[in-house]
């Protein structure tokens, strides 16, 4: 793994660790590991695809939805499904 990799993980944990309102804002409690295990996963495939390590703003959308249960449908990538109805992210 490349230590731009490692560096860009450790700092996202650091991050939601000083700010846990922030992390369960995006998804539930107990899905800390699988999320940041999952961010490392995509952060490494940006990398060894020649992109920007940092997750895309998609990227960080579908990682959250996958984890709170709602696969993303095709076409709608843009829309997140939350109890209160779809939010549109733009």
């Known amino acids: 793994m490349?230590?731009?990799?490692?560096?860009?993980v450790s700092n996202l944990k650091k991050f939601?660790?000083?700010?846990?309102?922030d992390l369960?804002?995006?998804i539930p409690a107990?899905?800390?590991e699988d999320f940041f295990e999952e961010v490392e996963q995509i952060a490494i495939s940006n990398f060894e695809g020649g992109k920007e390590i940092p997750l895309t703003r998609q990227q960080l959308i579908d990682l959250c939805v996958k984890l709170n249960g709602n696969p993303p449908k095709k076409?709608?990538?843009v829309f997140v499904e939350l109890?209160?109805?779809?939010?549109?992210?733009n």
């Open 75 to 77: 076409g709608d990538e």
């Open 83 to 89: 109890p209160y109805g779809k939010f549109f992210l």
């Open 24 to 26: 369960a804002n995006l």
């Open 16 to 21: 939601f660790n000083e700010n846990p309102t």
């Open 2 to 8: 490349d230590v731009d990799v490692k560096i860009y």
């Open 30 to 32: 107990n899905m800390s």
